[in-house]
Nanobody, 116 residues
Framework: QVQLRESGGGLVQAGGSLRLSCAASGIIFKITSMDWYRQAPGKQRELVAGITYSGSENYADSVKGRFTISTDNAKNTVYLQMNSLKPEDTAVYYC??????????WGQGTQVTVSS
């Protein structure tokens, strides 16, 4: 049974930082590429960052240079370090394994709110 537990969200002022964590179980984490998505109110869910199991990273243009994705295979956890946060980063953030069989599966997410 797959479980994704996102945490680390909160309320922060513009310019601040947060680190999101996502603990995954039920998958072979060390050979699974992982993504972070976000969904702001009234907007479609969008891909923010991804990391392959071999360590290649990719970022949305809107977060490039501010966000960093990383993994800890020993803890089956993927992180998203978010710096220089902007009000437009406000959203619910979700992690997701890059697996076709889980394309419709989403965890509960973690809320990030950035005040101006």
């Amino acid at each position: 049974q797959v479980q994704l537990r996102e945490s680390g969200g909160g309320l922060v002022q513009a310019g601040g930082s947060l680190r999101l964590s996502c603990a995954a179980s039920g998958i072979i984490f060390k050979i699974t590429s992982m993504d972070w998505y976000r969904q702001a109110p009234g907007k479609q869910r969008e891909l923010v960052a991804g990391i392959t199991y071999s360590g290649s990273e990719n970022y949305a243009d809107s977060v490039k240079g501010r966000f960093t994705i990383s993994t800890d295979n020993a803890k089956n956890t993927v992180y998203l370090q978010m710096n220089s946060l902007k009000p437009e980063d406000t959203a619910v953030y979700y992690c997701k394994p890059r697996l076709a069989m889980l394309r419709d599966y989403w965890g509960q997410g973690t809320q990030v709110t950035v005040s101006s």
